[in-house]
T-cell receptor, first 110, second 113 residues
C-alpha cells in the first residue's frame, strides 16, 4: 500500500540555522509534490509545488528538492525564525488529487 | 484570509443529532474537497467534487453525506455519528483537481458525545 513518511514528529532547530524536513514515500509514483504549512487551529496553507521532472524549486527562504529515484523530497528553510514554527505537511499529487503525510512539527528556538 | 470559509467553527453534537457543515468559496474554483483531520493521523480525503459532480468517495460511512448545490458551496450532512468521528473537518478548493494548490478553510472542530 502507499506510504508517506515525514521525518520525526517534532524537529527542534536553533534560530538562524537551516531547517531540513524529509518526506519519503513508497509504492507511489507521484506526478508532483506539494508542501503545506499548518498552524494550530487553522487549515493548511500552500507553500510550494514541484513536478516530477523538476529537481529543485525555490521561493524566498524556502527550497524544495524532489528525487524520484530515492522517492524523497527535502524541504529547507534557511535563516529560520521563530515565526517559522508550525507543522509542515508533504502531499503527493496525481491526476486524482493529493495524498498527505502526517506532517512534521517544526520548532524554531530563539 | 484564504477565501474559503467554513461554518460553524466548533460543533458539539450527540450521537442521535443531525447537523450540517457548510463551506463556501468565491475563488472561482472548480474542485472542492472535504477532509478529516484526527490527532496523529494524516489528512484523510473524504469527498471530492469537480464541476459540482462527486468524483470520489473514499469509502466514507454513509452517516456522512455531502452535497454540492453549486460551484461555490459545499455541505457535509451529519447524522447518527460516533464518538470516533470527533475531529477537525476541513474544506478545500482548487482550480482543478490536479497540479493546483488547494486552498483550505479554517475547519470545523467537531465533538461527538
Amino acid at each position: 500500500s502507499q506510504k508517506i513518511e515525514q521525518n520525526s514528529e517534532a524537529l527542534n532547530i536553533q534560530e538562524g540555522k537551516t531547517a531540513t524536513l524529509t518526506c519519503n514515500y513508497t509504492n507511489y509514483s507521484p506526478a508532483y509534490l506539494q508542501w503545506y504549512r499548518q498552524d494550530p487551529g487553522r487549515g493548511p496553507v500552500f507553500l510550494l509545488l514541484i513536478r516530477e521532472n523538476e529537481k529543485e524549486k525555490r521561493k524566498e527562504r524556502l527550497k524544495v528538492t524532489f528525487d524520484t529515484t530515492l522517492k524523497q523530497s527535502l524541504f529547507h528553510i534557511t535563516a529560520s525564525q521563530p515565526a517559522d514554527s508550525a507543522t509542515y505537511l508533504c502531499a503527493l499529487g496525481s491526476t486524482d488529487g493529493l495524498t498527505f503525510g502526517k506532517g512534521t512539527h517544526l520548532i524554531i528556538q530563539p | 484570509e484564504t477565501g474559503v470559509t467554513q461554518t460553524p467553527r466548533h460543533l458539539v453534537m450527540g450521537m442521535t443529532n443531525k447537523k450540517s457543515l457548510k463551506c463556501e468559496q468565491h475563488l472561482g474554483h472548480n474542485a472542492m474537497y472535504w477532509y478529516k483531520q484526527s490527532a496523529k493521523k494524516p489528512l484523510e480525503l473524504m469527498f471530492v467534487y469537480s464541476l459540482e459532480e462527486r468524483v470520489e468517495n473514499n469509502s466514507v460511512p454513509s452517516r456522512f453525506s455531502p452535497e454540492c448545490p453549486n460551484s461555490s458551496h459545499l455541505f457535509l450532512h451529519l447524522h447518527t455519528l460516533q464518538p470516533e468521528d470527533s475531529a477537525l473537518y476541513l474544506c478545500a478548493s482548487s482550480q482543478w483537481r490536479s497540479y493546483n494548490e488547494q486552498f483550505f478553510g479554517p475547519g470545523t472542530r467537531l465533538t461527538v458525545l
